[in-house]
């Protein structure tokens, strides 16, 4: 027997053992490397998200995760791009779900890494956590071919940790319902689907049976009602699956209550929301569970850090770190702004469910609701005093914040405490928010607050505080235009103190009552009572400017201007208040009107610049936004375009790109009409689309109609034929559908220009003529003229046109469409009628101060003396058009040459004629550019110059020709002949 040698390299794991043979019997080990699940037939949309993903497994990050909310769709989008990039991953693909939210428990690394190793067909599996770990990275660093590692369903970063690849050629995909923000992957956060893509996958797990067309509206109530999650509406669209004779509108009926809307989504043994909700909700720790189900308790659309401290009767640094933790288990989502949160809507259902077996339910709401009373009279006292007066905030703009994140809430607040039987608190909270809240505007929501309040105060029999409510109701039903509201409120106000010494109380009812009979046009009485109220001096605070701005108001609708200013001046002289606070920016802007109405227009502008300074000084941003409108609006009157579009781009960028509200789509669509104006056109386009989108975001069918409207304006002047036309079939169908028949009628006649179409032209013409909207049938008459190829029935349209523009005594009008008549019978050798209607349009034109319209008019006429022979009359005719600078200069002094040649005066006419060459061959203008080059040809023909007229009329005729001007190609050729 030989000497035995052994040898030992490298680190051992596990035990060692020594011997001459070792026999290993066991199953061979089969990799297993397309364990990935088949794809959803009914995936829809996620086309986005599906770029991202793709784009991060073609890219050098090694992982990627999807977060998101249980059943939003994460492992059916995942699995999807898994099975677009196969042929990325040669190598092939491993699949494991984590069942990180199970309630059997979650898969541990150490099991997770032996079903891995096994898949990569690993006979042996190391016996510790780190074997199996170093082994797993080892397998994968001798795989040259990439591979693709899908993790599902992981609960946290220790999780998926140890099972990332330690090379870089292999890419890893994870889905969890938290957002695993330590791992150092790239991170798609995945939303809920948009209402049309909810649409379509309740359709196609429908096999498009017809049901949605029949019912688009109940299918997309239904994707709302399931909040557009996937799994909600996936669950809604099979029940109706099951049931081929049930309408989509059944399952709607059955879904619209709140209390029952999870008991219904439920599909089979195992699918249901509430179960995907229920494995979230388990991981949490005891301190996140019950925040989630306070939060269940509040009313509102989303709720501040502050309130949810409230809630819990922690410090507010501790509510936001629960908070913040909720967040990144996709329990609750990002509000707006910063620090404020919201629930998805079927996850908030789950949470009221939740809330209640919360043992200090009733507790915590009264807790809530005096957060609510004590931060609102802080933050009321900002507005009224400009200063810290009660804990809770440090400056007035923090105090607008949280009013204007907290405003679409307010009603729900309230009405939980008045429903509650919480008399004293409905009372409180009304009250506190008064000021800021009508400072913000006058809306149905505060009147319904007051109302609360009001029927609060009356049944704790608080008889002071009952008339300064009805004081509120009236003052804001005015505000909104229910002037006979407003009287039955503040008549009662009145009554009840009648019996009390004429003072604060009496004299701001009559104040307001005054502005009532102001608008009933009973001026005399409102006088008496606003000089009653004159007669105290106990006054609210801010209550005697309030007394003068009335005055002025009541002067102004009584056609005293001058009057009207003075009282608006005294105001704003005995304003008692802070200065730099919303109410005096507001005196100062009302103010600024009256010096407006006095003709006074630049002493407005200057007046608003100091309320538009107070307004940003405190910050107020709808302060501001109103300021910057109205001086966007006097600077349109003082014709400085330039600045009207600079205050209009102020009030648009005020909003942030996130603010999808109705305010700020209106600003943005105020924006793009004024770039239109102002010629703007490519900036105009794309705002005008932001406009439209916003408004369709918000249902509101009308902005979008205007936007798409102005929309295909624009496109058409950037030469987007194809969006142009897109835009306004877009508006017109939003027009007939809002019942807008004289909008539809403009958007026809624009499509008919567009598109050069009599046929759509004429249905907005004869819309027209059985409105009886004469005007409108004038201009599309000329529209429809234009197209005509028919030189007589041009100049019938154009006539015809004519008539109407007399009739209806529109002077300007009626000189642009006689330039055009005039036009139409040169075009048709009626020279006569050319320079009759000519004349008549200069006369007009010259009377009215139009100096482009005169200019076209003498080129008109000019053009017809030459063809008449009256060579002079022609040239003192185009003189006059020069000199107005006209954009037809090269046509005038086209004219101008050939009327120079007949008079014999050749010098002046190839000056003329050489102008006119270099104008279109710098413009671009073929045609004239062929024209001109011709007429310099019959002017060197009239020098004797026969070879440079060749050379000259061979040139016109190649341009015409390369120009498609076949007839004045044929015409030069002739003349051209005629010289041989």
């Not at 994870?174 to 649409?199: C, E, F, K, M, Y």
């Amino acid at each position: 027997m030989g000497d035995t040698h052994n040898e030992l390299h490298g680190d051992v794991h596990g035990v060692l053992y020594q011997a001459r043979t070792i026999n290993v019997f066991g199953e061979h080990a089969v990799p297993a490397l397309m364990g990935l699940p088949r794809p959803e037939p009914a995936f829809t949309g996620r086309a986005t998200e599906l770029a991202r993903l793709a784009a991060a497994l073609r890219g050098g990050d090694q992982a990627v995760v999807v977060s998101g909310l249980g059943g939003v769709g994460k492992s059916t989008l995942v699995i999807r791009a898994a099975h677009d990039a196969l042929e990325q991953f040669p190598g092939g693909v491993l699949f494991l779900n984590l069942h990180g939210y199970s309630p059997e428990g979650r898969v541990e690394p150490a099991d997770a890494l032996a079903t891995l190793l096994r898949d990569l067909g690993t006979p042996q599996i190391p016996p510790t956590p780190a074997g199996r770990e170093t082994l797993y990275r080892s397998v994968l660093a001798k795989r040259t071919e990439p591979i693709l590692i899908v993790l599902d369903n992981a609960s946290s970063s220790e999780q998926v940790r140890p099972l990332l690849p330690g090379v870089a050629r292999h890419r890893v995909l994870v889905t969890s319902r938290h957002t695993l923000g330590d791992l150092g992957a790239v991170h798609i956060d995945l939303n809920v689907l948009g209402d049309d893509d909810a649409t379509v996958l309740i359709d196609t797990v429908l096999g498009a049976d017809g049901r949605v067309r029949a019912e688009p509206e109940a299918a997309a109530t239904l994707g709302r009602l399931c909040g557009y999650l996937p799994l909600a509406v996936r669950i809604a669209a099979s029940i109706l699956a099951d049931d081929v004779a049930m309408p989509i509108s059944e399952l709607v009926d059955a879904l619209r209550g709140e209390a029952t809307r999870l008991k219904e989504l439920v599909y089979g043994e195992d699918l249901a929301v509430r179960n995907a909700f229920d494995l979230s909700f388990r991981r949490l720790t005891a301190t996140q569970q019950r925040m989630f189900a306070l939060l269940g308790l509040h009313p509102g659309a989303q709720i501040g850090f502050r309130c949810a401290a409230a809630l819990a009767e922690v410090s507010e640094r501790e509510a936001r770190r629960t908070l913040d933790e909720l967040r990144r288990a996709h329990m609750i989502l990002v509000g707006e702004p910063r620090g404020w949160f919201r629930f998805h809507d079927l996850v908030r259902l789950h949470a009221v469910d939740e809330s209640g077996a919360l043992p200090d339910r009733d507790a915590a709401i009264r807790r809530m609701l005096r957060h609510y009373a004590r931060t609102g009279l802080a933050a009321n006292s900002w507005v009224l005093y400009n200063d810290r007066r009660y804990d809770g905030f440090d400056s007035l703009r923090e105090a607008l914040d949280w009013f204007e994140a907290e405003l679409p809430s307010l009603r729900a607040v309230v009405t939980l405490t008045h429903d509650a039987g919480y008399h004293d608190l409905t009372r409180e909270i009304a009250f506190g928010f008064t000021t800021i809240w009508a400072n913000h505007g006058h809306t149905e929501d505060f009147v319904e607050v007051q109302r609360m309040a009001l029927a609060a105060t009356r049944a704790l029999g608080d008889s002071q505080r009952v008339p300064v409510t009805l004081r509120n109701i009236g003052r804001s039903l005015l505000a909104m235009g229910d002037v006979a509201g407003a009287d039955a409120a503040l008549t009662e106000a009145s009554y009840l103190v009648a019996a009390l010494p004429y003072g604060a109380e009496r004299s701001s009812i009559d104040t307001h009552l005054a502005l009532v009979r102001d608008r009933q046009d009973r001026c005399d009485e409102a006088i008496e009572l606003l000089n009653r109220a004159l007669t105290t001096d106990d006054h609210y605070i801010g209550m005697l400017p309030a007394i003068y701005a009335s005055l002025s108001i009541v002067h102004r609708h009584r056609g005293d201007p001058v009057a009207a200013l003075h009282f608006r001046q005294q105001a704003t002289d005995v304003y008692d208040g802070p200065k730099e606070s919303i109410d005096f920016a507001s005196h100062l802007a009302d103010l600024a009107d009256a010096h407006a109405g006095t003709g006074d227009v630049q002493k407005a502008v200057e007046v608003l610049g100091d309320a538009l300074a107070v307004m940003r000084n405190i910050g107020f941003l709808p302060g501001q936004r109103d300021v910057l409108w109205r001086l966007a609006g006097y600077h349109a009157t003082l014709k400085q375009y330039d600045l009207q579009l600079r205050y209009l781009r102020a009030r648009a960028g005020s909003f942030t790109d996130g603010d999808r509200s109705a305010q700020r789509a209106e600003a943005v669509l105020e924006l793009g009409k004024c770039l239109y104006r102002n010629r703007i056109y490519d900036e105009a386009v794309e705002v005008l689309r932001l406009s439209a989108e916003l408004h369709a975001h918000l249902r509101v069918v009308i902005g979008e109609a205007h936007s798409q409207d102005w929309l295909s304006y624009a496109c058409r002047d950037v030469e987007d034929l194809a969006s142009a036309e897109v835009a306004a079939r877009r508006a017109l169908e939003l027009y007939r559908q809002a019942g807008r028949d004289d909008d539809a009628a403009h958007v026809t006649r624009g499509l008919g220009n567009l598109r050069q179409d009599v046929a759509e032209l004429e249905i907005a013409l004869d819309h027209f003529r059985t409105k009886g909207l004469r005007l409108e049938e004038a201009d599309t008459l000329r529209d429809i003229a234009r197209v005509l190829s028919d030189r007589p029935a041009r100049i019938r349209t154009l006539s015809a046109a004519v008539e109407i523009l007399r009739d209806l005594g529109e002077p300007a009008r009626l000189a642009n469409a006689l330039n055009a008549l005039s036009n139409a019978h040169a075009n048709d050798e009626d020279h006569a009628g050319a320079e009759a209607t000519a004349r008549e349009a200069v006369a007009l034109a010259r009377e009215l101060g139009l100096a482009d319209e005169e200019a076209l008019a003498c080129l008109r006429l000019g053009r017809a003396l030459v063809k008449k022979g009256d060579h002079a009359g022609a040239i003192e005719s185009l003189g006059r058009a020069l000199a107005h600078g006209t954009e037809d200069v090269s046509d005038i002094h086209y004219h101008l040459g050939v009327a120079h040649r007949e008079r014999g005066d050749l010098d002046r006419a190839r000056e003329h004629l050489t102008t006119a060459l270099d104008l279109d061959r710098r413009d671009g203008m073929p045609r004239s550019e062929g024209l001109s080059l011709c007429e310099l040809g019959k002017l060197s023909q009239a020098a004797g110059d026969l070879t440079e007229a060749r050379r000259l009329g061979a040139r016109s005729i190649e341009v015409l020709t390369a120009a498609g001007e076949t007839t004045a190609a044929d015409n030069t050729r002739t003349w051209l002949d005629s010289l041989s």
